[in-house]
């Protein structure tokens, strides 16, 4: 019994490992390769069949030598160039006021009118006397062309006449100080007159800006003083706007301000501000 059943096994074993036919073989394998097809279906079903990976574009540049330019951020205000504060020139009462805040004027313009009364009276008098003096200048010069009278007599005649005239040109300078006129073309950001007042000299009462010619201003540490100078360049940055732009050092200063241990620097800004231009603003100053 046990023969047989080994015999067997050994047919068996035989049996298995001969070659399978082609076509069978091909058919295994087509079987294999729709079972892989419908698990990766099903697989990018589930996970969809976009890459993962993330692309970007690249750009390919020349690589040049350039200059490099290192800016130190600092805080700076815009000033105009023409920033002026107009005072009169007489004591007296305000009779009429001629402009007002916020107004575009040109230079000469006449902004107040101070009483002038008591000058103008004392001037028709004067001129009175002027009259009479030319009067009897030319007389005196007609004897004086047909030779008749004294030569004493022609230059006292026209002595008087011209020391009139000249105080007449003296109070016609005073005349023009009761007018309160404008100095520069700009807007007025300051009016502080008004009819009936009393003013006198040196009293602060109107400010004149011209906004069309502006500088940047700015204190820098004394630690830079060595490295800033005049035709840098600076960019102005305007927060507020927003905008910025370019120009250079117009001044820089060589002393040290002892309180804040700063210097101070200006530079030109060539454009006209069409926006009020009296805030801080911050700029860079180069080649630091």
Do not use: H
């Amino acid at each position: 019994m046990k023969k047989l059943l080994f015999i067997s096994a050994i047919a068996f074993l035989a049996a298995c490992s001969q070659p399978k036919d082609k076509k069978t073989e091909l058919a295994d394998l087509k079987k294999q390769r729709a079972e892989l097809d419908g698990k990766i279906a099903k697989l990018e079903a589930e996970v969809g069949t976009k890459d993962s990976a993330a692309t970007k574009d690249v750009t390919v540049y020349d690589v040049k030598t350039a200059p490099f330019n290192n800016y130190v951020e600092i805080q700076g205000r815009v000033d105009a160039e023409q920033n002026v504060q107009v005072n009169p020139e007489a004591q007296g009462v305000v009779t009429s006021v001629s402009a007002a805040i916020g107004q575009n004027v040109s230079k000469g313009q006449v902004l107040a009118q101070i009483d002038d009364k008591v000058l103008r009276q004392s001037m028709a008098q004067l001129q009175t006397q002027i009259d009479l003096a030319v009067n009897l200048y030319n007389r005196q010069k007609n004897l004086w062309d047909q030779k008749i009278g004294t030569e004493v007599q022609f230059v006292n005649a026209k002595s008087q006449k011209e020391g009139l005239e000249r105080q007449m040109a003296v109070l016609n300078s005073q005349l023009a100080m009761y007018k309160i006129k404008a100095p520069i073309s700009g807007t007025i950001e300051q009016m502080d007159l008004k009819v009936g007042q009393a003013v006198s000299p040196g009293m602060s009462s109107i400010r004149i800006v011209n906004a069309n010619s502006l500088k940047a201003k700015a204190q820098i540490a004394e630690s830079y003083l060595g490295r800033v100078g005049q035709g840098d360049d600076v960019e102005v940055i305007f927060p507020d706007i927003p905008d910025s732009l370019r120009t250079k050092v117009s001044f820089a200063s060589r002393v040290i301000d002892q309180s804040s241990r700063s210097f101070d620097i200006e530079d030109q800004i060539a454009f006209k501000c069409q926006i009020p231009c009296k805030y801080d603003r911050g700029f860079k100053s180069g080649r630091l």
